[in-house]
């Protein structure tokens, strides 16, 4: 197979913005079974997306939408499939994906990743991370995934579907969906019950 067949092959896999730019309750189950490709200098890194949370605009008291725009979150308001990413604790980046049309705040946690390719790489990177265990669960966890991935703030805005550092691939594999309540998140009135935590029913990458 010659470059461009390949090139195509991957074009047509990627998830396009049409598939981003629907709320984020439609878009956070349907990722779950998807591949994230993470390209580096070094190799590809790559792992199936296992668990997912729903970030659903201002009404939703646990989205950082909740108060309105601010510098830190402005990139939710934009169109769907830019990446959104902050830092939390002061040390672990959590990766999200901006969902539905633009001046609609919503978003998908990218939870939780099942490793496929380019494992020896993602070690090396929680080794120089420092903070994170660099055992078979690397990727389970929106911290460790971030170490694993090399992801950090250089990505905040970035194109998920034009990116050619970091992208997702549709995928054919039948799952079984578990819904569940988002972690960590008490205070956020009746906002805390909603079943909107996705996961693929019975994976052991499931994060805890």
């Known amino acids: 197979m010659d470059d461009n067949s390949l090139k195509i092959k991957v074009e047509d896999l990627k998830l396009h913005k049409d598939f981003f730019q ?3 309750l439609q878009v956070a189950p349907d990722l779950l079974g998807k591949i994230l490709i993470r390209k580096t ?3 590809v890194i790559s792992g199936k997306i296992v668990e997912t949370e729903a970030y659903v605009g201002e009404e939703d008291l646990a989205c950082h939408a909740k108060n309105g725009k601010t510098e830190r979150n402005k990139v939710m ?3 769907g499939g830019l990446v959104y ?3 939390i604790y002061g040390m672990y980046y959590n990766f999200n994906i901006v969902t539905a049309k633009e001046h ?3 978003a998908v946690l990218i939870r939780a990743l099942e490793p496929m390719d380019g494992l020896e790489l993602a ?10 265990r660099a055992d078979q669960d690397f990727m389970k966890g929106p911290g460790k995934l971030c170490a694993a991935l090399a992801l950090d703030k250089e990505f905040y805005g970035e194109d998920i579907t034009s990116s050619k550092r970091i992208w997702i691939e549709d995928s054919s ?3 079984e969906i578990q819904y569940s309540k988002r972690i960590g998140i008490d205070y956020a009135d009746i906002y805390r019950d909603k079943l909107w935590r996705f996961s693929i029913k019975g994976n052991k990458f499931v994060s805890q």
């Open 22 to 24: 629907r709320s984020a």
């Open 41 to 43: 200098e070094k190799g």
């Open 77 to 79: 308001y934009d169109h």
């Open 85 to 87: 990413i902050y830092l």
């Open 104 to 106: 609609v705040p919503e």
């Open 123 to 132: 070690r090396e990177n929680l080794r120089k991370f420092g903070t994170v």
């Open 173 to 175: 594999e039948k799952i």
